[in-house]
Every structure is written in C-alpha cells, then in structure tokens.
C-alpha cells in the first residue's frame, strides 16, 4: 500500500485553501491578501520562554472582552480566526451525518476546514445582490449544524442585512450555530452584532488581528459567543494554542493606546480606499467597482484573466475571483498605500483591451 492510499479519503480528496502566500508570485506591490501594507513595530516584555504559555492568556482575553463590550467569559483566542472556524466543526458535527452551510461567493476556509474534519459542506448561493437567500436556507438545514455568514463578506465588501441575520437566527433557534465573520468589521464597527449575544444563545461571531490590527503575521483571533459555546470550543482547542510571545504582542496591540493606532489606521484605510475607487471608476478596462465596506475593493476589469496576469508579470499581485460563483471577470484589490494604489492605477490605465 502506498503512503497516498494510507491516508482518509476525504484527505486525498482534498484541495488545501489557495492562500495568497502559497499562489506565490514574485511581486513587490502585495494586494491579495488584505492585509495592513505596513509594519507595526513591538518589543517582546515576557522573558518566560522555559515556561508553558496560559491556554487563555488573562491579559489578552480582558482586553478583548473590554475592546468588544462582552463579558470575558465570552471570548476565545485562538491562532487565528481560521483556528476558530474549525473548532466550531470539530466541536459540533458529527463526521458523516451533520454539515455545515455558507452562501457563496465567499470565504474559502469554511469549506477547507469541513472537508478536512469529513464534514458535508452545503451551499446555497447568495442572491444576485449578494444578500442572503433566506427561503433557499430555510429549506436546507437539515442536518445543518453551523452557518457561516461573512458580513462584511469577503470577497464582495458588503454587510449582510441585519433584519436578514436575525431572521436567520430565528429559524435556526436551538437547531443550528450561526456564525458571523466579522474579520473586516473594525471597517465598519457600527455593523456587529456583538451586541446580540444576550439575545440569541446560538450566535457567534468571529474577530481577528489579522486585518485592522494590521498582525496577519501573528496569528491570533477571537470567538465571541455565550458561556456554553465557549466552554464547549475550550473541550477542543489545543493546551497551548498561543505562544506567549504571540500573547504578548496581542495584549500590547489591545491596549487603549493599540486601540487608539488601530483607529487611525482605520480612517487612513477608509480615505485610501475613497481614493482608488474613485480613480479605478474612470479607468476604461474597469467595468464595475463594487461599494466595499473593508480594506478591499471588488472590482469586475474586462478580459480580467489577461489583466490579471499583465499585472502580476509587472510585480503588482491582486486577488483573481473569477472562478467564484457570480464573480466571473472580478477582481479583489486590498487598499494598500498611496504608492501601491497609484501603481495598480497606472498599470490598469495603460491596459488597452
Ligand atoms: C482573513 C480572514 C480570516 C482569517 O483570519 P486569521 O485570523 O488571519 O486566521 C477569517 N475570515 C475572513 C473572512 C477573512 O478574510
């Protein structure tokens, strides 16, 4: 028996998440992986490497209750938000009889991290305006454990209705978790529903410091959800997921004045971005910009494929989602510095197709 036959089926089966780092590229203008487009500097302040880290560092958990407005038994912290997706199926589905749902075009590490546990992934795509079809869900849940809703949804930029997530909450009452991804809502901070937890026993909702916080590097993320989910993921989650440099650096980045920098960096983001649309809505090979409530823009580019790789020849690497569903010709850009925008204006403008 060959080492490939040795491994399970669904393993052999599967295509590991296309992540901007493993697509490569030799570029010197990253635009594909929303990231901050710059370094923000730490020092480390623990010097306790001989030790094992905390499995929930104290200091990293208060902050982010406090930043979040819930309770600290209401948070999770994980090696990314990515390691939280995939709690929630381990902790939750039963391999070979539950399954999870998620509404494309969206993010692609639902569908990795069920695959992987064995887990059915179900889909029902999202309405032509990328909003949630409720009735096609209503009629799709059985058997369906977790929801993952990503508002806003990463790769279209748009919030999720609200009305929409509670109607979606409702009819999945004691039946289903329903998952808000909010990697991107410090864009959009007045869109969480953070506030909802009292509400709704199956709500949770994830964060991560990989985008406003500007530390994809660093790997850390967050769960929020109600005591009983918490203490369910906690059954699961590894002894010690975080390093404690890793927890260092997060408490630091969580402090009122990390906070305050994350703002800023916010605002900055938020004017780069007025700057780039308004500049790609005058470009000719562009044919739509989409409205984005992130650090990224959605944008449909005629003859995308070829434009695509012009780009990435000349160094400037974007984000093709022309295989997603509803997204053919699309193309996702991250609001980088005003440098980088202007060289992916540029470059667009001398594209003549
Ligand atoms: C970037 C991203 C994540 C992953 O965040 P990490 O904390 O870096 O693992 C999760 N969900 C969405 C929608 C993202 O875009």
Redesign the pocket.
């Known amino acids: 028996m060959s080492i490939e036959q040795l491994a399970r089926d669904n393993v052999r089966a599967l295509t590991p998440y296309q992540s901007a780092r493993r697509l490569g590229g030799k570029g010197d203008v990253w635009l594909n992986?929303?990231e901050y487009p710059t370094a923000v500097p730490f020092e480390l302040s623990q010097q306790t490497l001989n030790r094992y880290p905390e499995c929930q560092p104290k200091a990293v958990i208060e902050n982010y209750a406090a930043y979040a407005g819930v309770k600290p038994e209401q948070v999770l912290v994980?090696?990314?938000?990515?390691?939280?997706?995939e709690l929630l199926v381990r902790a939750f589905c039963e391999p070979g009889r539950d399954a999870v749902l998620f509404c494309p075009p969206?993010?692609g590490?639902y569908s990795v991290s069920a695959e992987t546990i064995g887990v059915e992934c179900r889909t029902v795509p999202a309405k032509a305006d990328w909003q949630l079809d409720l009735p096609a869900i209503a009629d799709s849940l059985t058997d369906v454990k977790v929801v993952y809703v990503?508002s806003p949804?990463?790769?279209t930029g748009q919030i999720i209705n609200p009305q929409d997530f509670r109607t979606l909450l409702e009819m999945t009452r004691d039946k289903a978790l329903v998952v808000a991804?909010e990697?991107?809502i410090e864009f959009c901070p007045q869109a969480t529903l953070a506030g909802w937890l009292a509400e709704y026993p199956n709500l949770v909702i994830?964060?991560?410091?990989?985008?406003a916080f500007a530390l994809?590097g660093l790997?850390?993320?967050f769960t929020l959800a109600n005591e009983e989910v918490i203490a369910l993921l906690m059954k699961v989650i590894a002894p010690y997921p975080l390093s404690t440099p890793v927890a260092d650096i997060a408490a630091q980045a969580l402090s009122a004045q990390g906070i305050a920098a994350m703002r800023q960096r916010v605002s900055q983001i938020l004017d780069e971005r007025q700057y780039l649309v308004e500049a790609l809505r005058t470009i000719d090979c562009v044919e739509q910009v989409f409205d984005s409530e992130t650090n990224y823009v959605l944008a449909r580019i005629k003859a995308s494929s070829s434009v695509f790789k012009s780009l990435w020849d000349q160094g400037i690497i974007l984000r093709d989602q022309n295989k997603q569903p509803s997204l053919s010709g699309c193309l996702r850009i991250t609001i980088g510095t005003r440098e980088e925008s202007q060289r992916v204006i540029d470059a667009l403008k001398a594209e003549t197709v």
């Open positions: 992986a929303n994980s090696r990314g938000a990515d390691e939280g997706i969206t993010y590490m990503c949804n990463n790769p991804d990697a991107y994830l964060r991560t410091l990989s985008k994809a790997r850390c993320g």
